[in-house]
Nanobody, 123 residues
Framework: VQLVESGGGSVQAGGSLRLSCAYS????????MGWYRQAPGKEREFVAR????????YFADSVKGRFAISRDNANKTVYLEMNLLKDEDTAVYYC?????????????????WGQGTQVTVSS
């Protein structure tokens, strides 16, 4: 599995960006897809997740109401729409593919990560 992020860049506070994550190398529908971010000097943190079926999403409290996550199963791509960006949203954003455990098949959960894309918000 490979994940390639794109869409990062520099934007002024209050602006918007749309990140994309292109997936290849496996069955996209097996994976819950998510975005995480890591700011300088901080640990990587959860941002958003969309479940395999596409109907359920989760967001960190810090981005609720400002960010949206979606997935295009036909094109194996997941998106993060970021609006009303703040200085504190500045970070490297990482795409995540999470395969849940399948105890019936004896498979543990597994995660794949992209290389990350930089988002810089300035006021």
């Amino acid at each position: 599995v490979q994940l390639v992020e794109s869409g990062g860049g520099s934007v002024q506070a209050g602006g918007s960006l749309r990140l994309s994550c292109a997936y290849s190398g496996g069955t996209f529908g097996f994976y819950d897809m998510g975005w995480y971010r890591q700011a300088p000097g901080k640990e990587r943190e959860f941002v958003a997740r969309i479940m395999r079926g596409g109907g359920t999403t989760y967001f960190a409290d810090s981005v609720k109401g400002r960010f949206a996550i979606s997935r295009d199963n036909a094109n194996k791509t997941v998106y993060l729409e970021m609006n009303l960006l703040k200085d504190e949203d500045t970070a490297v954003y990482y795409c995540n593919a999470h395969r849940p455990a399948d105890y019936g098949l004896g498979l543990a959960s597994f995660d794949y990560w992209g290389q990350g894309t930089q988002v810089t918000v300035s006021s």
